[in-house]
T-cell receptor, first 115, second 112 residues
């Protein structure tokens, strides 16, 4: 079946360093991807999205890169701060899901920021 | 403030005792959905609704019911809860055409 996976369950970085969280997806026809952040005790929050006609998209301190050749997605966080500590999920919109916009979520990477 | 509100946030109950988790959104969203989150399994969709009186099964609908009588509300009903329904539940909503999915804060349910 369809799956979206993250390479590492936990990533530990030093405050101020850049973080890179990776995600592999399985359906080459998927055309929309989203990164979510989930802080402890809270629901997932939208961070940034990207469509398959783009390779890169930047937000505030975050950049998402899409490599369709190897079906790989990454989230880069610049100058990581303690408030970035959370679980990060990638999600894929299945092709052909039309207006239902069904999201398939990866299992998440826990980002730990060391002071 | 735009938000998705779930209640209760925490609940401990016993097998077989019917319960309802309410979900309400104030963004006039057509699409609403319920997910459960379990360690090692991630977020899995239980049911979703495209609009009032339109609901459909997600990936793990067994043991759950939903209703969508009003646009803002999408309650999740467990008619006869069992221990395997112990989980963290999230309600979410978005506009009909797609875009950002807004999540509630979650409801942690324990079935003894």
């Amino acid at each position: 079946g369809e799956s979206v996976g993250l390479h590492l369950p936990t990533l530990s970085v030093q405050e101020g360093d850049n973080s890179i969280i990776n995600c592999a997806y399985s359906n080459s026809a998927s055309d929309y991807f989203i990164w979510y952040k989930q802080e402890s005790g809270k629901g997932p929050q939208f961070i940034i999205d990207i469509r398959s006609n783009m390779d890169k998209r930047q937000g505030q301190r975050v950049t998402v890169l899409l490599n369709k050749t190897v079906k790989h997605l990454s989230l880069q966080i610049a100058a990581t701060q303690p408030g970035d500590s959370a679980v990060y999920f990638c999600a894929e919109i299945l092709p052909g899901s039309g207006n239902t916009g069904k999201l398939i979520f990866g299992q998440g990477t826990t980002l730990q920021v060391k002071p | 403030e735009a938000q998705v509100t779930q209640n209760p946030r925490y609940l401990i109950t016993v097998t077989g005792k019917k319960l309802t988790v309410t979900c309400s959104q104030n963004m006039n969203h057509e699409y609403m959905s319920w997910y459960r989150q379990d360690p090692g399994l991630g977020l899995r969709q239980i049911y979703y609704s495209m609009n009032v009186e339109v609901t459909d099964k997600g990936d793990v609908p067994e043991g759950y019911k939903v209703s969508r009588k009003e646009k803002r509300n999408f309650p999740l009903i467990l008619e006869s809860p069992s221990p395997n329904q112990t989980s963290l539940y999230f309600c979410a909503s978005r506009k009909q055409g797609g875009g950002e999915l807004f999540f509630g804060e979650g409801s942690r349910l324990t079935v003894l």
